[in-house]
């Protein structure tokens, strides 16, 4: 498998994506992931239940609670803990989903495409990717590759 071809397929297609274990804290690398998507038009969807509100979006407990259509469940949580939220993407239809390089619950359900990428990778993969950093005075870029 093409980790960069599929990457660049699923970030060029899909634009809403749910950002599991998304922290409100902007040192915590699924903060920043989750924001750099949003500066790039992406619709992001924090789910942590312990949040009310991250990067001014709604935050839900879980994926099944959230009421519009998701396309990529990007998941920010430990191997032992993923599993779970790769079968609740497949239980909502989701297209993607998206991992750390080494996370593997060996109790998930298969379907589903699934991409995986070092957490601290991620972010160059996505600049790389999705558009080069934007200066302030110019607009952020809406679509992808």
């Given amino acids: 498998m093409d980790y960069e071809d599929t990457a660049?397929?699923?970030?060029?297609?899909?634009?809403?994506?749910?950002?599991v274990g998304c922290s409100p804290r902007p040192t915590r690398a699924s903060h920043d992931?989750?924001?750099?998507?949003?500066?790039?038009g992406y619709r992001i969807i924090p789910i942590n239940p312990a949040a009310d509100e991250i990067l001014g979006e709604t935050a839900y407990p879980d994926l099944v609670s959230v009421p519009d259509p998701i396309?990529?469940?990007d998941i920010f949580r430990r191997s032992?803990?993923?599993g779970r939220?790769?079968?609740?993407?497949?239980a909502i239809g989701?297209?993607?989903?998206?991992?750390?390089?080494?996370?593997?619950d060996e109790g998930t359900s298969a379907g589903i495409i699934v991409l995986a990428a070092v957490t601290a990778a991620v972010?160059?993969?996505?600049?790389?990717?999705?558009?080069?950093?934007?200066?302030?005075?110019?607009?952020?870029?809406t679509t992808a590759p």
């Fill in 8 to 19: 660049r397929r699923i970030l060029s297609t899909y634009r809403t994506w749910a950002v």
């Fill in 94 to 104: 989701a297209k993607a989903v998206w991992m750390q390089l080494g996370v593997i």
């Fill in 85 to 90: 939220h790769v079968d609740e993407a497949i």
């Fill in 123 to 141: 972010s160059p993969i996505l600049f790389r990717l999705v558009a080069p950093p934007v200066s302030d005075d110019e607009p952020a870029s």
């Fill in 80 to 82: 032992d803990r993923a």
């Fill in 71 to 73: 396309e990529v469940v």
């Fill in 33 to 40: 992931v989750a924001a750099f998507l949003q500066q790039r």
